[in-house]
């Protein structure tokens, strides 16, 4: 699923210890799978697929390419029918990589380096800047401060933070920082470089990411420059709290460029062709993404990590919903660090394996399609699998799929979304447990889909209680943004998207095939297997009874 903010996940360094690591995830010997949808077929399939081989999957690398030809093998030995480009499985999704061209900065005969004094925080296209003034932008969280748009044109714009401001942690600062107006600026700096925990150090410093060619996290914001301490005060010719808001402080000579290479990642594309002479050229879609965070530029100790995590989910479970734990309440928290030794020696991790995120959907859309495909009369309507690249740097994959479709788009009948189906234990989540499954959009764009679900659920010997909180019009969370069936719905097709919901190890190192809930898992598959079936035998197609979205550029809205 896609981080809802620019990510600055919580990844913290907990007493990394012992060079001699344990290696993750624990190994498992795949067996050959078999149609019927089983834990232990998705679990041979998970161990493969979130095996630390396939390095977190990250788009536009080699190990998003080896991860999407394992699917594609999967897809050739069940007799799958390729969709993709040109008879083949793949469609190419082509991709941009940007790399920060930085050089030392030289205030008063001072030089900062790039990586060790300051980085370039890197997720949005801006404008390169080859030096200019400095403009001291005042103290966030000081409300006297007016800065007016001819005092930051042109400008690279120096802030800093009020101690209360500061008191609220790396995340309120650095997001309170980007809605600053800062109108014209070329750069804004911001000294966050020193308190920053050594991981968020690493991801703020990343000089290089992944986008799609155009559009993408395009933000009318100048690049941001985290500096450290002194790096902030030479260029406000001494200390933040005592220099004058509005005023030209000096001149910041240094580079800050992107160099642009393509690149380029895959969708898998696969069907099962209708039984229907008629009805077979429409299409019920089935959809996960094959892409992940990749592999992180620090190492951590995972069971302390993990072990952190969860006392944070607890914590907020304790609060009650909405509310987030503040700094001091994190700073209480204590991880028995001993404790765990006595298990276990230090296992040091740096790969985002993504098992649940989303390597559960990913494998039960392979179960889904195995089972498809091995039955003797097959649906009406032919089954399309699509699992879908660059999901996690903003629904890239399924952005290029809906707009290149390989059927006519007009002919899929609804898009059924599997991201992070494998969890939702109590420990989990609130109100979690073997019943537990979150459904979102399924009535948003036609009311017979949500009500088909909920009868096809009703048939189950152990039927689900769907948890429609995320549903819920604005929820903060904002769900149904966030993941690739919203690429299909901005075109007026009815989804619905299955989720076991987020967890403590969502965009951690520590989302790991050990800790899959496979008897949960298999159920929800089974699910969503019969729903596509409903959806594909049905005498007429799920009638659209809502408005759909005036255009699809149109911003996606919980
Ligand atoms: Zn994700």
């Not at 951590?300 to 993990?306: E, F, I, Y």
Request: proline share 6%.
């Amino acid at each position: 699923m896609l981080s809802l903010r620019f990510a600055l996940s919580a990844l913290l360094v907990l007493a990394a210890g012992a060079a001699n690591a344990q290696q993750l995830p624990v190994k498992r010997q795949a067996k050959p799978t078999h149609p019927a949808i089983t834990a232990e077929d998705l679990m041979s399939r998970l161990y493969v697929y979130a095996d630390d081989s396939l390095g977190g999957r990250s788009s536009g690398t080699p190990y998003n390419d080896k991860a999407t030809g394992i699917i594609a093998d999967w897809a050739k030995k069940m007799g799958l029918a390729p969709m993709g480009d040109s008879g083949t499985f793949f469609q190419t999704v082509p991709l941009v990589r940007r790399t920060w061209v930085t050089s030392p900065v030289v205030v008063g005969g001072t030089t900062f380096e790039f990586r060790k004094d300051y980085g370039v925080f890197a997720q949005w296209v801006t404008k390169p800047f080859d030096g200019a003034d400095v403009v001291f932008g005042g103290l966030i969280g000081d409300t006297s401060v007016h800065l007016t748009a001819d005092q930051t044109k042109g400008k690279v714009v120096v802030f800093g933070f009020t101690p209360e401001m500061a008191a609220k942690g790396l995340q309120v600062q650095f997001t309170s920082a980007l809605t600053r107006p800062v109108a014209g600026a070329v750069g804004v700096v911001l000294p966050l470089l020193d308190g920053a925990p050594s991981a968020i150090r690493g991801f703020l410093m990343k000089d290089e990411s992944v986008s799609p060619v155009s559009g993408g996290m395009t933000m009318s914001l100048p690049p941001v420059i985290i500096a450290s301490d002194a790096m902030a005060q030479a260029l406000v010719g001494g200390p933040l709290a005592a220099a004058k808001w509005g005023t030209v402080t000096g001149h910041y000579s240094g580079k800050v460029q992107l160099r642009e290479s393509p690149t380029s990642a895959r969708n898998v594309v696969a069907m099962v062709e209708g039984s229907d002479p008629v009805l077979k050229h429409e299409y019920v879609a089935l959809g996960a993404h094959n892409d992940h965070l990749g592999v992180q530029s620090q190492a951590v100790d995972h069971d302390s990590l993990r072990a952190y995590n969860l006392q944070v989910e607890r914590l907020k479970g304790e609060l009650g919903e909405g509310k987030t734990p503040t700094p001091t309440q994190l700073a209480a928290i204590k991880v028995n660090v001993d404790s765990i030794r006595v298990i276990r020696r230090a296992r040091l991790d740096s790969i985002a394996n993504g098992a649940d995120d989303d390597g559960s959907g990913t494998v039960a859309v392979a179960e889904i399609a195995e089972a498809f495909a091995g039955d003797k009369v097959k649906p009406k309507r032919s089954m399309l699998f699509v699992w879908h690249t660059g999901e996690e740097i903003g629904l890239v994959g399924s952005d290029w799929y809906t707009r290149h479709p390989t059927v006519p788009l007009d002919s899929i009948v609804a898009q059924l979304n599997m991201d992070m189906v494998g969890r939702g234990a109590a420990g989990d989540i609130k109100g979690g447990g073997p019943a537990y499954l979150q459904l979102v959009g399924s009535r948003r764009l036609s009311t017979e889909l949500g009500d088909l679900v909920e009868m096809v659920n009703k048939m189950r010997k152990q039927p689900f209680s769907f948890d429609y909180t995320f549903d819920a019009p604005g929820h903060p969370e904002n769900i149904y943004c966030r993941s690739d069936h919203a690429m299909y719905a901005r075109f007026g097709i009815p989804v619905t998207f299955f989720t076991t919901g987020l967890h403590a190890d969502y965009h951690q190192v520590t989302d790991e095939a050990e800790y899959i809930d496979y008897p949960h898992m298999a159920a929800v598959t089974q699910l969503v297997h019969d729903v596509a079936l409903a959806v594909a035998n049905a005498d007429h197609r799920m009638v659209v009874d809502k408005p759909k979205p005036s255009s699809p550029n149109a911003v996606c809205k919980q």
